[in-house]
C-alpha cells in the first residue's frame, strides 16, 4: 500500500465563503488529543526531519503549500498540500519531512495524543534500525 493517504472533508460554504468542520473520530481515524500549527516558515526550511513510535497525526495546509516527503524505511514517497480541505494522514513509524514552505504558508497538525519527545525519533539511521526491529 502506498504511503500517502488523503482525507477529503466535506467543505460546508455559500455566498459568504468556505468552512470545514473535523471531528474527533469521525473524520479523522483517531480521536484527537492535541492541535498544533507551523506558520511564519522561513524560506528554505526544512521541518520534520523524524517519525513518531506511536503518534498518529493528519496535516492539512490551511493557506500557501509545502511539500511533504513521507518514508516507512522501504519507500519514500512525496507529496503537495495545498488545500484547506485535504487532510494528510502521518501515521505511526513514519519518517516525514515537509520542504518548500511558501510565504505565508499555514500547516494545521491534529495528533492523537499530547506532547511526548521520548516518543519521537529523531535520527534516520535510528529510525531504519527501529523499522528492521518491528519486522
Ligand atoms: P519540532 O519537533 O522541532 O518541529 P518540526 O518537527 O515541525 O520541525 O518542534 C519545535 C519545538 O516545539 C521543539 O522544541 C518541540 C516543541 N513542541 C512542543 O513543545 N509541543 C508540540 O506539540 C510540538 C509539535 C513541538
Same mark, same amino acid.
Given at each position: ?6 482525507? #477529503? #472533508?466535506?467543505? @460546508?460554504? /455559500?455566498?459568504? &465563503?468556505?468552512? !470545514? ?7 479523522? *481515524? #483517531?480521536? @484527537?488529543?492535541?492541535? #498544533? ?10 521541518? &520534520? ?10 496535516? !492539512?495546509?490551511?493557506?500557501?503549500? =509545502?511539500?511533504?516527503?513521507?518514508? /516507512?524505511?522501504?519507500?519514500? $514517497?512525496?507529496? !503537495? @498540500?495545498?488545500? *484547506? ?17 511558501? *510565504? &505565508? =504558508? ?6 492523537? /495524543?499530547?506532547?511526548? $519527545?521520548? $516518543?519521537?525519533?529523531? /535520527?534516520?539511521? =535510528?529510525?531504519?534500525?527501529? !523499522? $528492521?526491529?518491528?519486522?
Amino acid at each position: 500500500m502506498g504511503l500517502i493517504q488523503k482525507f #477529503f #472533508f466535506k467543505t @460546508l460554504g /455559500d455566498h459568504r &465563503g468556505s468552512l !470545514v468542520s473535523i471531528e474527533s473520530e469521525q473524520n479523522v *481515524p #483517531f480521536g @484527537l488529543r492535541r492541535v #498544533f500549527y507551523i506558520f511564519a516558515t522561513q524560506e528554505g526550511v526544512v521541518r &520534520g526531519l523524524h517519525a513518531h513510535r506511536r503518534l498518529r497525526q493528519v496535516a !492539512v495546509c490551511l493557506s500557501g503549500s =509545502c511539500r511533504f516527503i513521507l518514508d /516507512d524505511g522501504k519507500k519514500r $514517497e512525496e507529496v !503537495v @498540500l495545498d488545500k *484547506p480541505s485535504e487532510g494528510l494522514l502521518i501515521d505511526r513509524m513514519v519518517w516525514n519531512e515537509m520542504h518548500d514552505f511558501t *510565504p &505565508g =504558508c499555514v500547516l494545521l497538525v491534529l495528533a492523537d /495524543d499530547h506532547y511526548d $519527545e521520548s $516518543e519521537y525519533i529523531r /535520527d534516520y539511521g =535510528c529510525f531504519l534500525k527501529a !523499522v $528492521e526491529n518491528a519486522a
